[in-house]
């Protein structure tokens, strides 16, 4: 059975006001860390006070928006965000890269790791279960938004989006299954590894699913030959993800 997609964008508008279900999301991810953290400190898994847990919270929502949209906007569409500069800070639209996003986020997360004289790798480990999972729910966002399509299909549940040729793959809701497998793996390990390896962990998961759901996205930058830029990025990361996996005292 094939789906027609004509979700609304906006949860609410009131005259240019909106309030979209992306950026809904993104609320629902950064309060689930919140409280996943509260919820760590409250049963003694983390030496952060509350305190703590609300400075790292507003650097790593700072890095995470900031480093996605300047990647996205110069690695993914340079030209669009060229002839609209000001849709940089339209991030309820859509437009997040999770790679800017996670290089934005691991180095706010290592200043602040640094200010604090916190380890870093201790920060990683109690903020990559809960994101694990705003990640997924992020892709509704995207769904909701009629982005990140996939490629033409015949599959039953393929879906015909709004402006956009044939059914498509609904890599966003791919992704979102996938994203909530990922939490569940994160969430069995995170009292049995160390926090370098449930780092590690998530990246080589994450790492070898994005690369191939690739294969079946529609909107993509290739890179070179029949890779896309985010399956050559998929590669680095992988790499780190299995040796923070394999290093010993991590």
């Not at 998961?205 to 993509?220: A, K, M, Q, T």
């Amino acid at each position: 059975m094939t789906f027609v997609h004509n979700l609304k964008p906006a949860i609410l508008q009131l005259g240019s006001l909106e309030i979209r279900w992306y950026g809904l999301m993104y609320v629902i991810a950064f309060l689930i860390t919140y409280y996943y953290g509260q919820w760590r400190i409250k049963n003694g898994k983390t030496h952060l006070t509350v305190k703590d847990l609300d400075d790292l919270l507003v650097w790593s929502t700072l890095g995470l928006i900031i480093g996605s949209r300047i990647f996205n906007a110069v690695f993914y569409y340079p030209s669009y965000y060229l002839a609209k500069p000001w849709e940089l800070f339209f991030i309820w639209k859509g437009g997040m890269s999770y790679f800017g996003g996670l290089a934005g986020l691991a180095v706010s997360v290592f200043y602040f790791a640094k200010k604090k004289k916190i380890n870093f790798l201790h920060l990683t480990g109690l903020m990559v279960v809960p994101l694990s999972l705003g990640q997924a729910l992020g892709r509704i966002g995207n769904f909701i938004n009629g982005e990140l399509w996939g490629t033409l299909t015949t599959l039953p549940w393929g879906v015909k989006f709004p402006g956009v040729e044939g059914f498509r793959h609904p890599v966003q809701i791919y992704e979102f299954f996938t994203g909530v497998i990922i939490f569940c793996i994160l969430w069995k390990f995170k009292d049995k590894l160390s926090s370098g390896k449930l780092l590690g962990l998530y990246l080589i998961w994450y790492s070898v699913i994005r690369f191939l759901l690739d294969f079946v996205r529609g909107e993509i930058v290739m890179w070179a030959g029949p890779l896309t830029m985010s399956q050559v990025l998929c590669i680095p990361t992988l790499i780190i993800g299995v040796w923070l996996f394999k290093t010993k005292n991590l």
